[in-house]
């Protein structure tokens, strides 16, 4: 799909077509609910005077989590990143973007809310991404 980019699809039949000419094995997806929507983490999205104040709000709003989290957990988090994915899991904004092996679950996501807005599918090679 690294070739569709702005492409416009109508239909799911639309969808599955462009799907064959995509190695399944080798991309993630994410979905979006408008299509102006850029690939920003949560915690990216935070409006903030500087960077600084964005560091500050995301050590804060974690903390807090883990703070008020613990007593819920049949086992805890770890390390830093075990305690980002649960916080991700339960809606706190984090630096962490979801993807998906599924282009079928961020069709889902790209159409999930706003339907009179126009969703967006973003795909890309994993060894991309990773790197």
């Known amino acids: 799909m690294d070739d569709l980019v702005g492409k416009h699809i109508e239909t799911l ?3 599955f077509d462009q799907l064959y000419m995509v ?15 850029e ?11 500087n960077f600084e ?5 995301e050590h804060r709003i974690l903390e807090e989590f883990q703070i008020r989290a613990v007593r819920y957990l049949k086992s805890h988090p770890s390390n830093d990143f075990e305690w980002l994915f649960l916080a991700q899991h339960y809606g706190i ?7 998906s092996t599924s282009p079928l679950v961020a069709l889902y996501f790209a159409c999930d809310k706003d339907l009179d807005k126009e969703g967006a599918v ?5 060894s991309l991404w990773y790197s």
Do not use: C, N
């Open 53 to 57: 104040s964005r560091l500050v709000f």
């Open 93 to 99: 904004p984090t630096r962490l973007l979801d993807w």
């Open 39 to 49: 690939l920003i983490p949560a915690i990216g999205r935070y409006k903030s005077k």
């Open 122 to 126: 973003f795909s890309t090679e994993m």
């Open 13 to 15: 039949a639309e969808y």
């Open 23 to 37: 190695d399944s094995q080798t991309h993630i997806y994410r979905g979006v609910a408008r299509s102006e929507y």
